[in-house]
């Protein structure tokens, strides 16, 4: 397929696109790497004229497209998929479980070929998970689904939007094998925001600054671009901004040693156990990652200290200085934690507006049901001009691009300046900015204890000099599923 996009500009919630004339071959596969704003979604949305009501207004020039052979992979298509299947959902009233989502079900139904699909669950590392239900997949695990849902259409272009967010690293490099294969057969425009994912067996690079095309270039070239010591640069003062807010509202609740303590952890379903032999313990100005591929129970372990897994009371857990089950209110305990996470993402359906969300924090509550006060507005005011959304202070929550909405949700986690922290993957779905700005607030918040971090990335560039205590998921070979090792460095 043939493209050209000439005087073409089109306009989102975070950045105009504007490209002058750039000419994708008939055969070629680029990589496409934006400084700022979720120009997948874009180039993605134009390509195959999908978006949440019509076809994406642009003016210009935009030919050769047959949009019926163009499939997107993306967030925001995962988190749609999503949600359809969890509002459709009424197998529990039904009595059964639905085929159509499962793992091989939402695959199958695109290509209504069971060897094509057989293939596409072992080519992508998907075959132990064919009868697990699509909403209990972690975020990688449902990442490659959404690949191999969207392969099996057997259309000759794919636009693939950060196709490695929330992969593990070795997931990371056995899916770049198999995008190299498939470029064989298949055209494809892979858009990143990380300057370590463009793929190596791309040939031709197209970069966006600011939203605007500003250069095409050999893969060659790109490799040695001065573009990204310059952005590096333009993040500082931002997350300086961010934790002098911080500190003007500082609050710090003390507890005493242990803040949270897991005794002997164990998580394990009918036909599975996830992980077991955890003990783990958190004190006081004590910074933590937890480490492991996809599927190990990393958000599983989250999810006990927060309280919402519903086998954290059969754990033996203390949490603040109270035995979990003794009594204490769910309330009580989320009060002091602020959260982001997919799992909260894909919890966050309501409709309100972007300060709502940022006030909403404050109530540890999906949504605002509550008059606030003068100075929670004012507050949530100021982290909007510093994420620069405060022209964006009333559009609704649902009609932003996938990374805007993290954005709120980290403020929406950080406003009450919790005593824990916890952050699940927290920069999916960022742009290269956005990334930078959370990466050097979250170390300016470590350095000074504003909070304490419970932090999960699978990048090793995300790593933050203040934590120092790891605690990582490795496969249990006697007892089945994982088991724990805590180290420090």
């Not at 004339?21 to 979720?38: A, C, K, M, N, P």
């Not at 009595?95 to 139904?109: A, E, L, R």
């Not at 000759?156 to 190299?180: C, I, K």
Request: hydrophobic share 40%; glycine share 6%; charged share 20%.
């Amino acid at each position: 397929m043939e493209i050209r996009f000439t005087q073409l500009q089109c306009r989102s919630s975070s950045v105009t696109m504007n490209i002058e004339d750039w000419l994708i071959e008939s055969q070629q596969s680029w990589g496409v790497f934006s400084t700022e704003g979720d120009l997948g979604a874009i180039l993605g949305q134009l390509l195959t004229r999908q978006t949440q009501d019509n076809a994406l207004a642009y003016s210009g020039m935009l030919s050769g497209v047959d949009y019926s052979q163009v499939a997107l992979v993306s967030l925001h298509e995962q988190q749609l998929l999503l949600e359809q299947i969890l509002e459709q959902d009424d197998s529990e009233a039904l009595g059964y479980i639905d085929p159509n989502t499962s793992v091989y079900g939402v695959i199958f139904t695109q290509c209504d070929d069971h060897a094509l699909t057989k293939r596409l669950l072992e080519q992508l590392d998907l075959t132990r998970l064919s009868d697990s239900q699509f909403t209990q997949l972690s975020t990688g695990e449902s990442r490659r689904v959404m690949l191999a849902r969207a392969v099996a259409t057997q259309v000759p272009f794919l636009v693939l939007d950060e196709p490695y967010a929330g992969l593990d690293v070795g997931h990371r490099q056995a899916l770049s094998q198999y995008l190299q294969l498939l470029s064989q057969t298949v055209q494809m425009l892979v858009v990143v925001s990380r300057e370590e994912d463009m793929p190596d067996w791309i040939e031709h690079v197209a970069m966006f600054n600011h939203g605007a095309l500003d250069s095409i270039m050999a893969k060659t070239e790109w490799d040695n671009h001065p573009l990204i010591s310059q952005l590096t640069a333009q993040s500082g003062q931002q997350s300086e901004d961010m934790l002098a807010l911080i500190r003007r509202h500082r609050h710090k609740p003390l507890f005493a040693n242990p803040v949270f303590q897991l005794h002997n952890g164990r998580v394990a379903y009918s036909d599975k156990v996830i992980f077991s032999g955890v003990n783990w313990r958190i004190d006081n100005g004590v910074h933590w990652q937890v480490k492991g591929p996809n599927g190990c129970g990393k958000s599983t372990l989250l999810g006990l200290i927060f309280g919402d897994h519903p086998q954290c009371y059969s754990n033996d857990i203390d949490i603040f200085g109270k035995k979990r089950g003794s009594g204490e209110s769910i309330w009580e305990i989320k009060k002091h934690i602020g959260m982001v996470s997919s799992a909260l993402h894909l919890q966050y359906r309501v409709n309100c507006s972007a300060l709502d969300v940022i006030v909403s924090g404050f109530y540890d509550s999906i949504g605002l049901y509550q008059q606030p006060t003068a100075q929670q507005l004012a507050i949530a005011s100021e982290w909007l001009a510093i994420l620069h959304m405060d022209q964006l202070s009333k559009t609704a929550f649902r009609q932003l691009e996938y990374g805007q909405q993290r954005l709120l949700l980290i403020a929406r986690a950080i406003v009450k300046q919790p005593t824990l922290l916890i952050l699940d993957e927290p920069y999916q779905g960022l742009d290269y900015l956005g990334r930078r700005l959370i990466k050097n607030a979250l170390e300016l918040i470590a350095k000074e204890h504003l909070s304490q971090l419970l932090y999960v990335s699978h990048y090793q560039e995300d790593s933050l000099d203040s934590i120092q205590h790891f605690i990582e998921f490795v496969v249990n070979e006697h007892q089945g599923g994982y088991l724990a090792v805590v180290t420090e460095s």
